[in-house]
T-cell receptor, first 113, second 113 residues
Framework: GAGVSQSPSNKVTEKGKDVELRCDPISGHTALYWYRQSLGQGLEFLIYFQGNSAPDKSGLPSDRFSAERTGGSVSTLTIQRTQQEDSAVYLC???????????FGPGTRLTVL | SQQGEEDPQALSIQEGENATMNCSYKTSINNLQWYRQNSGRGLVHLILIRSNEREKHSGRLRVTLDTSKKSSSLLITASRAADTASYFCATDPGGTSYGKLTFGQGTILTVHP
């Protein structure tokens, strides 16, 4: 079956612009996670959604970052007023439950000029 | 923040040899997971070991967990060139933070044909 998909695969933007990153999880997976990976910080947790519960936003680095998950499926990560330090690969993952391993998408490589 | 520390940072071996990677962590966990990443993009879940388990096998993979030492090891037996990748351990604290993984810095494994 189809895995986790993310779009776009690459995004180049200018400092100060807003960007939206999309994640389509595996159908039926109730949990969805966002991480980012950068050379300096490694893999960092950003936010996760579990069913209809309020999302855990504790990993979001600033209020410029937000995410939503519509209809318990597709998720969008929005970064407002992008900064150069936001440049990273943003990875989305889903799982059938919080007690399972996570299935990762291919990521979106964000470059802020 | 990175809870896991992995050792070694890089490992270079010949095809057919065994590869051992170690992971140490600092806080209590519900489970520990190992992931593989090729070419800096999506991660692939390899194996999950729960805190009440000491050893787990999956094909050529063997994972051990010592909660008293807060450490885990991943052994890949009879390595192949296709095993060349980065390997990450990730800890899951469980409780209200179930699924909120904290990743180590990773071990870069190179298997020479």
């Amino acid at each position: 079956g189809a895995g986790v998909s993310q779009s776009p695969s690459n995004k180049v933007t200018e400092k100060g612009k807003d960007v939206e990153l999309r994640c389509d999880p595996i159908s039926g997976h109730t949990a969805l996670y966002w991480y980012r990976q950068s050379l300096g910080q490694g893999l960092e947790f950003l936010i996760y959604f579990q069913g209809n519960s309020a999302p855990d936003k504790s990993g979001l680095p600033s209020d410029r970052f937000s995410a939503e998950r519509t209809g318990g499926s597709v998720s969008t990560l929005t970064i407002q007023r992008t900064q150069q330090e936001d440049s990273a690969v943003y990875l989305c993952a889903s799982s059938p439950g919080r007690r399972s391993g996570q299935f990762f998408g291919p990521g979106t490589r964000l470059t802020v000029l | 923040s990175q809870q896991g520390e992995e050792d070694p940072q890089a490992l270079s071996i010949q095809e057919g040899e065994n590869a051992t990677m170690n992971c140490s962590y600092k806080t209590s966990i519900n489970n520990l997971q190992w992931y593989r990443q090729n070419s800096g993009r999506g991660l692939v879940h390899l194996i999950l070991i729960r805190s009440n388990e000491r050893e787990k096998h999956s094909g050529r993979l063997r994972v051990t967990l010592d909660t008293s030492k807060k450490s885990s090891s991943l052994l890949i037996t009879a390595s192949r060139a296709a095993d060349t990748a980065s390997y990450f351990c990730a800890t899951d604290p469980g409780g209200t933070s179930y699924g909120k993984l904290t990743f180590g810095q990773g071990t870069i494994l190179t298997v020479h044909p």
